[in-house]
């Protein structure tokens, strides 16, 4: 899996995630902080899927590449 996804935290708390340099959502309140706290530390790979879950494009079967 390549580095499809990336985020930022912002000051004021907000999660922005981008997929191949676009805006896709944001994150904000409980969901942001939830997300931060599930990534912080974690591999490369697992962060991906944790990004893909929160987007909502996750399960289409090319997960185990």
């Known amino acids: 899996m390549g580095d499809e996804f990336s985020f930022r935290a912002t000051k004021d708390g907000k999660v922005l995630i981008e997929r ?3 805006r ?3 994150l904000a309140g409980e969901r942001a902080r939830r997300f ?8 490369p790979q697992a962060i991906q899927l944790e990004l893909a879950r ?3 494009n996750y399960k289409h079967g090319n997960e185990r590449r």
């Not at 931060?36 to 591999?43: F, N």
Request: charged letters at 30%; aromatic letters at 0%; a positive charge.
């Open 20 to 22: 191949h340099g676009r």
């Open 24 to 26: 896709i959502t944001v």
């Open 36 to 43: 931060l706290r599930r990534t912080e530390g974690a591999e």
């Open 54 to 56: 929160v987007t909502g």
